[in-house]
């Protein structure tokens, strides 16, 4: 079973608009960190965001939120007021519990564009 | 901080012909990756280091792949001979080790694109 389930290959937003990218996790591990990073044409990965599975509130950073449902292992990430600027890939990626001794895994990847 | 240094920042090579792509993690990271960046196959794991010792390798490809990391600072993933279809991005990343659910995340580096005519 695939770890890490992006299942929206591309999306489009309007500018200032709010968007949600899905991502759902497999795992039997009570312990694990969920992550999403921004890729964009240019091709360097960015850090945007965090989530323990121990965290008690939704992650938050400026315009991102991850609404992270954790009894339907989901941790979708949710832009507001879309920029043009955020037009770029996003992977959402977990790392699991100690047994797993720090491997990351990625999704597939939603590919975001924001329309002016 | 200078981040996740990789070298060189573009290959082009001829087939058959021995690559070294080159990392050097961030300071005190003790865990290193090791990624390639497809538009078939996205972002595959292809090995990854802890305290400098290969944890897991199951994502290299054949053995023609190879990677070391001699001590903290600096680790090569090594294609002989190189194909074609090796072509691709390389990344490669640093975290530091901890709790599965701590705020670790992973820096990566620019990336080397690889091209194997």
């Known amino acids: 079973a695939q770890k890490i389930t992006q299942t929206q290959p591309g999306m489009f937003v309007q500018e200032k608009e709010a968007v949600t990218l899905d991502c759902t996790y497999d795992t039997s591990d009570p312990s694990y960190g969920l992550f999403w990073y921004k890729q964009p044409s240019s091709g360097e990965m960015i850090f945007l965001i965090y989530?323990?599975?121990?965290?008690?509130q939704n992650a938050t950073e400026g315009r991102y939120s991850l609404n992270f449902q954790k009894a339907r292992k989901s941790a979708n990430l949710v832009i507001s007021a879309s920029q043009l600027g955020d037009s770029a890939m996003y992977f959402c990626?977990?790392?699991?519990?100690?047994?797993?001794?720090?491997?990351?895994?990625f999704g597939s990847g939603t590919k975001l564009n924001v329309k002016p | 901080d200078a981040g996740v240094i990789q070298s060189p920042r573009h290959e082009v090579t001829e087939m058959g012909q021995e690559v070294t792509l080159r990392c050097k993690p961030i300071s005190g990271h003790n865990s290193l990756f090791w990624y390639r960046q497809t538009m078939m196959r996205g972002l595959e794991l292809l090995i990854y280091f802890n305290n400098n010792v290969p944890i897991d390798d199951s994502g290299m490809p054949e053995d023609r792949f190879s990677a070391k990391m001699p001590n903290a600072s600096f680790s090569t993933l090594k294609i002989q001979p190189s194909e074609p279809r090796d072509s691709a991005v390389y990344f490669c990343?640093?975290?530091?080790?901890?709790?599965?659910?701590?705020?670790?995340?992973?820096?990566f580096g620019p990336g080397t694109r690889l091209t194997v005519l």
């Open positions: 990626a977990m790392r699991e519990g100690l047994h797993n001794f720090n491997k990351f895994y």
């Open positions: 990343a640093s975290s530091l080790k901890g709790l599965a659910q701590s705020y670790n995340e992973q820096f």
């Open positions: 989530q323990g599975s121990y965290d008690q």
